[in-house]
């Protein structure tokens, strides 16, 4: 039986998580692949290891790995965006096959370690750097190959879905639920990665490239965090039969590409209202499967370990039955040709306001006047209390409207003497006009 031989860089949450796959699959794996699939090597930062390991596997020195002439797959468990690219590249220069769990480093440096895999032939695993356990690349890039993607939406990061989740069940602040988060270990002591939108804008780019075809540039997505959502918006959500996710967003629209990621609001019956906690999932359209569900744990030891190994056997599939690398589907070509992206401006959607103005006659028709004259229809309206001394919150969902026309209005709204402090934009999908 041939032996498919592996090297591990980084030996840290997945890298453990992986080698127990591996210690307790052994056979299973073997009979999968075909060929005895082994470790070989496993570069750690410093010794001794986070975790017991055979010493005679383990070096200090990364280049070691991706440069033995042993090693068919090299996986890549370090994270970052500095070592990890170089090494990476370095092992494709090698003329290794690569897995990465990164999705920050192919987020940003996508497109160079693509382009050098296609180059050098090699095949590039990543399908846990989306989603965690869930098989979403696989799926887009095999499954759904018959299709033209029309959109999807995923709630595609666990911290911030932990957050809304609990605000929502409680009806706690933001600060409070996120401190809480940090305590149990659902959040980094710097969350501003996930909080902030740029972990699952990461994803996004990842997912969006390959489901398009063209490669998306990281500072072409449109990102907005959940810091600023209110506890008091989550519940004026609920009222009016909504939940508030953090979504990152494709659509295709005549030819041309939405990509953003902010926080949105879904009719309670949608799919993905009902992924709470950390859970992930992912809702596609395609032209010719209809709409598509996918769901399951998104990070974690063992569900990121899943997809990594799942890379791992496909890759040394390929080399038992010499399969050639299938970089042509991956996305070497920046975006631009069959599709061009959508400026933020332009996208249409319909909108929640909640407007914090004084309780007096004649503030309604002010601002529905500035709504109407950019072509902003009101769907819905609740105002709720009365108080004649301090703001009251009017609340509004409009019906589809472009994003130019909205910030325009909102620019004006905020002027407005009647208007008390800067209104709250949530954006609205899910819904069929
Ligand atoms: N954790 C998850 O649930 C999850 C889910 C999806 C994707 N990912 C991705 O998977 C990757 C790994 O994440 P993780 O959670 O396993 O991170 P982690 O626990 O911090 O593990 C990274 C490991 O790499 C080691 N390391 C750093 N520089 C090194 C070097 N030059 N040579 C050898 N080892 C080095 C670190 O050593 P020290 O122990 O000395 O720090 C650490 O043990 C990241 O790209 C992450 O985004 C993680």
Known sequence: MKTINVGLLGLG??????????????????????????????????????????ARLLTTDALEVVRDPQIDIVVEL??????????????IANGKHLVTAN?????????????????????LGFEASVCGAIPIIRS???????????????IVNGTTNYILTKMTETGQAFASVLAEAQAQG???????????????AHKLQI??????????????????????????????????????????????????????????????????????GV????????????????????AGQLPTASSVVADIVEIAHNIVY??????????????????????????????????????????????????????ISIASMIQKGRDEAAAVPIVMLTHAAVEGDMRRSLQRINTLDVVAQETTCIRVEGVED
């Open 13 to 54: 949450t997945v890298g453990s998580g992986m080698l127990k796959v591996f210690q307790e699959h052994v056979e299973l794996l073997d009979r999968r692949v075909g060929a005895k699939l082994r470790i070989k090597k496993i570069a750690v930062r410093r010794l001794p290891p986070r975790i017991p390991v055979d």
């Open 78 to 91: 370090i994270g970052g965006t500095t070592v990890a690219r170089t090494l990476c590249l370095e092992a």
């Open 103 to 123: 999705k920050a480093l192919l987020g940003e440096h996508g497109l160079e370690i693509y382009r050098a895999a296609a180059e050098k032939r090699v095949d």
């Open 140 to 154: 887009v890039k095999d499954g759904l190959v018959a299709n033209r993607i029309l959109s999807f939406m995923g």
């Open 186 to 200: 659902y959040a980094e002591a710097d969350p501003t990665l996930d909080v902030g939108g740029i972990d699952a």
């Open 207 to 276: 997912l969006a490239s390959l489901a398009y075809g063209g490669y998306i540039r990281f500072s072409d997505i449109y990102i907005e965090g959940i810091q600023n959502v209110e506890a008091t918006d989550i519940e004026f959500a609920r009222e009016l039969g909504y939940r508030i996710k953090l979504l990152a967003i494709a659509k295709e629209d005549h030819g041309e590409l939405e990509v953003r990621v902010h926080p949105t609001m879904i009719p309670e019956t949608h799919l993905l209202a009902s992924v709470g």
């Open 279 to 298: 859970y992930n999932a992912v809702h596609i359209r395609g032209d010719s499967c209809g709409s598509l569900m996918f769901s399951g744990r998104g």
């Open 322 to 375: 010499h399969r050639p690398a299938r970089a042509g589907l991956l996305p070497t070509s920046a975006a631009g040709g069959e599709i061009t992206l959508r400026p933020m401006e332009r996208i249409a959607s319909r909108y929640y306001l909640r407007i914090m103005a004084v309780d007096k006659p004649g503030v309604l028709s002010k601002v529905s006047g500035v709504l109407g004259e950019n072509s």
